[in-house]
């Protein structure tokens, strides 16, 4: 079966300092990975997908993430944090086994504050 | 192109009582999926509705259900509600199963006295 956990439930950090969110995962398969982030009262967007080419990933406003296979992580950074990134973030795995099949299996969410 | 949208965003409902909830994918989009979100569970995966079948089901008692209709517009359903139903559901659109890039709508707030 395939998991992720995030090692932080909260990360805060200052308006112009780096970000980095951490994510573990477990999956007997070659993982298809994703973070999305979701802003108060509001859907989830994705920032970036990891789906076995390179292992260092862009996204959206700046966030890239590394895959690591022998640490099993894909943490989540970027260089400068702004204030419109304060939200929550969800580090995500694709389910490839039987029921899971396809379906999106979600960490637990890591929320991010940035202080002025 | 129009985002994923649903209907009703906010939903106040009585133990016992049912909902439906709908879902309006991306045009083109086939597949429908629903998640359920909450502060103890997180986001859980509800169903995935692709050409009107029900592809995948979640660990989700009998009590929620789902449909998708010609023009993939898609509803759930929950009978007797319970006050643990209060969340947030969120729909998604891909184009496709499987590998497809999934696309959320902003979701529906049930929140069930």
């Known amino acids: 079966a395939q998991s992720v956990t995030q090692l932080d439930s909260h990360v805060s950090v200052s308006e112009g300092t780096p970000v980095l969110l951490r994510c573990n995962y477990s999956s007997s398969y070659s993982p298809s990975l994703f973070w999305y982030v979701q802003h108060p009262n509001k859907g989830l967007q994705l920032l970036l997908k990891y789906t076995s080419a390179a292992t260092l990933v862009k996204g959206i406003n700046g966030f890239e993430a590394e895959f690591k296979k022998s640490e099993t992580s894909f943490h989540l950074t970027k260089p400068s944090a702004h204030m419109s990134d304060a939200a929550e973030y969800f580090c995500?795995?694709?389910?490839?086994?039987?029921?899971?099949?396809?379906?999106?299996?979600f960490g637990k969410g890591t929320k991010l504050s940035v202080k002025p | 192109k129009a985002g994923v949208t649903q209907t009703p965003r906010y939903l106040i409902k009585t133990r016992g009582q049912q909902v439906t909830l709908s879902c309006s994918p991306i045009s083109g989009h086939r597949s429908v999926s629903w998640y359920q979100q909450t502060p103890g569970q997180g986001l859980q995966f509800l169903f995935e509705?692709?050409?009107?079948?029900?592809?995948n089901k979640g660990n989700f008692p009998g009590r929620f259900s789902g449909r998708q209709f010609s023009n993939s517009r898609s509803e759930m359903n929950v009978s007797t509600l319970e006050l643990g139903d209060s969340a947030l559901y969120l729909c998604?659109?891909?184009?496709?199963?499987?590998?497809?890039?999934?696309?959320f709508g902003p979701g529906t707030r049930l929140t069930v006295t």
């Open positions: 995500v795995v694709r389910g490839r086994d039987g029921g899971s099949q396809g379906n999106l299996i």
């Open positions: 509705y692709f050409s009107e079948t029900q592809r």
């Open positions: 998604a659109s891909s184009f496709g199963l499987a590998e497809g890039e999934q696309y």
